[in-house]
């Protein structure tokens, strides 16, 4: 498609305090989009709002509550008279072995990356049929490819992704476009928190390239804007995930010996791995868990 100016376009970015979400506004912003940020930490999102080009605002809410969703999506159209652009990027991550993974944090990354996402599109979708507008869904190369120590990450990004496929067949007669990003490692503070693990740092070295690297931050959000901007079916946030479209049904064979391989590398390591939400982002939502529930 050709692009559509986002000058006087109403963005809204969920996970918007720091990483993707929070570059991703301040990108928007730039081109002249108006900014609805959404997340769990209100004075970080009060620091990017008030460092935007152009007119934003920001709410404090967990994707995972749909009331608040829905109040939110009614305020963002107060706000700024209507909504054109949903970006679903809020997520958090564990990594380590299943059987010894944390039950809470292994579904609570389920919650907030798949339930959360689509909490997010069931709030937005009545003012993006309004507005015949885009929804972004972000995923990521772990939709593509099963991998040994991130069966939940795996498991929610593989859900949204087929989700949004979905959503994108029965919605699209109504003028609202549906669109997957996928990220590799990229450079954020979830993929940083995940590298203080040793174990999960050496075994994401020991990938073959090109998977084995982090890429920056700002290349990948400026794909997504031009995806955003062409209100495409696909983003790529690093150019070789194209092609890896044409080889995935042939993964998980391949993962499935390889990764057995790597784990009777690294058995004896396995005990006392964090089990915990990795990265700031993380911290945040367990936080934000905490204080409700005292």
Known sequence: MSKVSLEGQVAVVTGAARGVGEL?????????????????EPEALKE???RLHSDSAYWHADVTDHEAMARVAQEVKERFGKVDIVVANAGVATGGPFVDSDPDAWRRVIEVNLIGSAVTARAFLPVLTESRGYLLQVASLAAMTPAPMMTAYCASKSGVEAYAHSLRAEVGYQGVRVGVAYLSWTDTDMVRGADQDEVMRELRQRLPWPSNKTYPLGPAVDRIVAGIERRSSHVYGQWWLRGMQGVRGYLPGVIGTVGQRE??????RLQGMRTGLVGAGGAADEQERTTLRN
């Open 24 to 40: 991703l506004a301040r990108k928007l912003s730039v081109r002249g989009a108006k900014v609805a940020l959404v997340g769990l």
């Open 48 to 50: 990017v709002s008030e």
């Open 263 to 268: 784990m009777r590398r690294f058995a004896d």
